[in-house]
Structure formats: structure tokens, C-alpha cells
């Protein structure tokens, strides 16, 4: 069995949460913030120690949203609990390579948009700023009332409160849906949904990964291809995991282009829960096939220490950026000097 180790709480500082967590939002207070980080689990989890956020990316940093959660503001009405979530969709520059920048529509500075999770049955409730110059929208995926759905267009200056209960369980997804929704998208109006089941799965580490393209000259065609959004980062930041520990993914394909993706893992096999909507495996494999917004949650463990590789088998996709690395270290090994802390719900 996995080891259930305690979360280093020390890569997670007030400081470096604000600094990489929020850039560009000015939406959330730092308390919800923090809640984000560890607000889901009160067993014991350990992440080892990356390397300092410093190296990141300005803007984006898709080491720190890798484990990145928003709860959003928790409420209790007529004994029900309710999130709130305040977005604004924004148009900021990002520097996908030395020397490609891009464009991006985004919601709070960030691509993909934040991971908004909840507990099946909670009420969300969605408060949606546009100030991207753009009509944008949010069509969540999952069951909810027709005028809830987000395709009518919301102006640039305009405010628009999407409110449906968290339902079904499972892994979900939310994107901007005004046509042509292939251009939206591609420019980083996407994001993630999770419903937890209401009882909650085993403790692990868990993580997002989203693939993504980039047309960077309006041909219809991907040039540069991303995890969670920058070219290449994983392989140059690789993912630092505790060997025997169970890894919980949380994989998206938001290729727009591209019929179809495959998301491959070196030397390991996982167990497949399709569209996250069972709690006990449909699948174990080393390969899965994902069509465009199709999503599932992998779980694995690592035997023995090292780095390996994850991509899409479509290698021409991986090669153009989407492709990482898991560097599998012993608890010992990963943060000597750490103390580990046990991270409690809020």
C-alpha cells in the first residue's frame, strides 16, 4: 500500500501562495487563498519540496496550480452549503518560449482558469466579471438549468452569476462557449470542475494536468502544445513525487485542432477512472486515448526512484511542449531537513 506521509507545508508560505497563486486576479482574499491549498483533506500527504518559485514563468506557474484547488468563499444558506467563486476574464501577454509570445483571454490572469472544486450537492454560485474587450461566456459541464448553461454571450463590462448545484460526482470542466468557441478556447478560456464524491476518495497527492494547444498565427493549427499551459515546463520543472506514494491525477484534454490526444506514462501502469465518475477502477493501462474534452482521474504509485517521462503518444504534440517528467524521490532524500505538518480542513 501506498505511504501516507504529511504535507510540507513549507513550499506553501503566505507569501509565495499570493505571489504565484493570485497574479493578476485581485478577486480573492488571501485567506481563501490559503484554503485552496489544503482546505480538502485533513489526513496526511506528502509533497516533496520543489524548486523555488523564482524559476517560474512570470504570470504563469504551472508548478503551483499543478496542486491548486479553489474552494472558493464557503457560505451556509437555509442549512445548505454554498461556494462562491468571483472570476473575471482578462487579456494578458504570456512568453510561451524565448521567442514566441502569445495573446491569451484568460480568467484571473491565468491559463487554464483556476481548478474550482466541490462536494456533490454543494450549491456553487459563479460570479462572472468580463473585462477582456470580448463577449465571453462559462458553459460548466455537468447537470444544471438551461439558463445556467453559458452560452449567451456576456459583454465586455458586463457581470453575469452562474448558480446550479454540484452534481454529478466526477471530474468536469468549464470553457468559454461564444463562437468560434475552437478560438475562445485556444486562447485560454478553459478550466477544470471537480465534484468530490460525498465520500471522499483515499488520501493521495493529488494533481491537474491539462493539455492544451497554441495557434500562435491564426492558421487553425497548433504550433506549441502545453500541460497546464507553458510550453515544455514540466520538463524543465519536473514534478517532484514520494516514491510508494499514490498520485491522483486529474488529466483534461482541451486540444482544440487536434481530433484526438493519448496521454502516456513511462515505466508504470495506472488504474482509469473514466470521467472520474466511479470509485472503483474501469481500467488499468499505460496509455489512454482522450478526444477533445474528454478528462479522467489516473492513479498510480511509483516503485522505484528516478525520473520518467509522461506525453501524449502523439510525439509530434509532445515534442512541441506537452511533455514532463515525475522525479520519484524517498521521503529521506526529498527534504531532509523538513518538517512535515499535518494540513487540516478549513
Known amino acids: 500500500m501506498p505511504d501516507r506521509y504529511a504535507l510540507d507545508l513549507e513550499r506553501w508560505s503566505r507569501r509565495s501562495v499570493l505571489k504565484v497563486g493570485l497574479a493578476g486576479a485581485g478577486l480573492v482574499g488571501g485567506a481563501i487563498a490559503l484554503r485552496t491549498l489544503w482546505q480538502s483533506r ?9 524548486e523555488p518559485a523564482i524559476a517560474e514563468p512570470k504570470g504563469f506557474t504551472p508548478l ?25 476574464a482578462q487579456t494578458s501577454t504570456v512568453q510561451l518560449n524565448s521567442a514566441t509570445s502569445f495573446i491569451t483571454w484568460n480568467l484571473n490572469g491565468r491559463v487554464p482558469g483556476p481548478t474550482f472544486r466541490a462536494t456533490e450537492g ?20 455537468g447537470v444544471h438549468k438551461s439558463e445556467m448553461d453559458g452560452i449567451k454571450p456576456v459583454r465586455n463590462g458586463g457581470v453575469f452569476i452562474y448558480e446550479f448545484d454540484a452534481e454529478p460526482f466526477g471530474v468536469h470542466l468549464y470553457h468559454c ?13 478553459y478550466g477544470m470542475f471537480i465534484i468530490d464524491p460525498p465520500t471522499p476518495r483515499p488520501p ?27 510550453p515544455h515546463y514540466y520538463m524543465n520543472h519536473p514534478i517532484r513525487i ?38 472503483q477502477p474501469d481500467d488499468e493501462t499505460d496509455v489512454i486515448t ?47 531537513s523538513s518538517n512535515t505538518t499535518e494540513a487540516h480542513a478549513m
Open 122 to 141: 454543494d450549491r456553487i454560485r459563479v460570479i462572472f466579471y468580463n473585462r477582456a474587450g470580448h463577449s465571453h461566456s462559462l458553459h460548466f459541464h
Open 42 to 50: 485533513s489526513q496526511l500527504v506528502h509533497v516533496p519540496m520543489s
Open 204 to 230: 493521495a497527492d493529488e494533481m491537474v494536468l491539462i493539455m492544451a494547444g497554441y495557434d500562435v498565427n491564426d492558421d487553425q493549427k497548433n504550433e506549441l502544445y502545453a500541460f497546464n499551459g507553458m
Open 290 to 336: 482522450m478526444g477533445t474534452a474528454e478528462r479522467h482521474i489516473l492513479e498510480f504509485a511509483y516503485r522505484y526512484p528516478g525520473k520518467f517521462m509522461f506525453h501524449p503518444h502523439q510525439d509530434d504534440i509532445a515534442e512541441a511542449g506537452c511533455m514532463g517528467l515525475f522525479e520519484v524521490v524517498d521521503r529521506t532524500a526529498s527534504n531532509p
Open 64 to 88: 503551483t496550480t499543478l496542486r491548486q484547488f479553489d474552494y472558493g468563499s464557503v457560505t451556509t444558506e437555509n442549512g445548505r452549503t454554498v461556494r462562491e467563486f468571483r472570476v473575471e
Open 242 to 279: 514520494q516514491k510508494d506514494q499514490l498520485i491522483r491525477l486529474y488529466v483534461l484534454n482541451m486540444i482544440e485542432f487536434d481530433p484526438v490526444a493519448t496521454f502516456h506514462l513511462h515505466a508504470n501502469l495506472f488504474q482509469v477512472y473514466r470521467t472520474g465518475r466511479h470509485l
Open 177 to 189: 462557449h461564444i463562437a468560434p468557441v475552437t478560438r475562445h478556447i485556444g486562447k485560454g478560456l
